[in-house]
């Protein structure tokens, strides 16, 4: 059995004093091109290599010493990135929203197109990595996008929520691949309790639909 060190440990810098908080994740300062994502930022060229990194892996069959090589590559990244682990109210990683998907590889990267307080569109596309089989999404990387964009358009710019219940309705098959578009909007807010629905279309075809509640926190609840 693998015997991990402290430095493995993905939650390292959570017990920081200072905790995390919720920024404020609305869509308003998100600039952002589908084809360039990157620019000249470090961070951005960075993580988006990363997702074509994964996409490569979902991907190829490399033999053994390929494969013993970028595991000793990859050790060596994790241990020299450990020691620049910080809290998770200054990590980039998700806190960056001038990026698509907010600069992290846990979801499709959600491009905006169009944004406001009750509704956004955009469009997203998902690499090999988010490959259910034949060509198809996994099932679950849908309602992990919905959530992702769910949670940016009703917090933001409002008390933080958090999901208390999610809801996705598959209509066909979402491809691996191609440019999907993406609508999402508030339907409406009871109280602490915030409604909200979307659509997931390639072309004229609706591949998924969802809806969710997210319920206001109170003050000082996680």
Do not use: C
């Amino acid at each position: 059995m693998t015997q991990f060190q402290q430095s493995d440990d993905p939650t390292l810098g959570l017990g920081a004093d200072r905790p995390g908080g919720f920024p404020d994740q609305g869509f308003d300062d998100e600039v952002a091109d589908l084809t360039d994502p990157a620019g000249l930022d470090p961070y951005a060229e960075m993580v988006t290599n990363l997702r074509s990194f994964l996409d490569y892996v979902a991907a190829a069959k490399p033999d053994d010493l390929v494969l013993t090589r970028l595991a000793f590559d990859l050790a060596g990244w994790r241990d020299r990135l450990a020691a620049d682990a910080v809290s998770e109210r200054e990590q980039l990683f998700a806190h960056r929203f001038d990026l698509p998907g907010r600069g992290q590889t846990m979801s499709p990267a959600f491009v905006v197109r169009d944004a406001g307080p009750e509704r956004v569109t955009g469009t997203v596309r998902y690499g090999r990595y988010f490959l259910g089989g034949n060509g198809a999404v996994h099932g679950g990387a849908i309602p992990l996008l919905f959530d992702e964009v769910f949670g940016r358009l009703v917090n933001g710019h409002r008390t933080p929520s958090r999901t208390a219940y999610l809801r996705a309705d598959y209509r066909a098959v979402t491809p691996v691949g191609q440019v999907l578009d993406v609508d999402v909007w508030v339907e409406r807010i009871d109280g602490r309790k915030r409604y909200v629905r979307g659509v997931l279309k390639h072309g004229e075809t609706v591949t998924a639909e969802a809806e969710a509640l997210f319920v206001e926190l109170r003050p000082g609840q996680p």
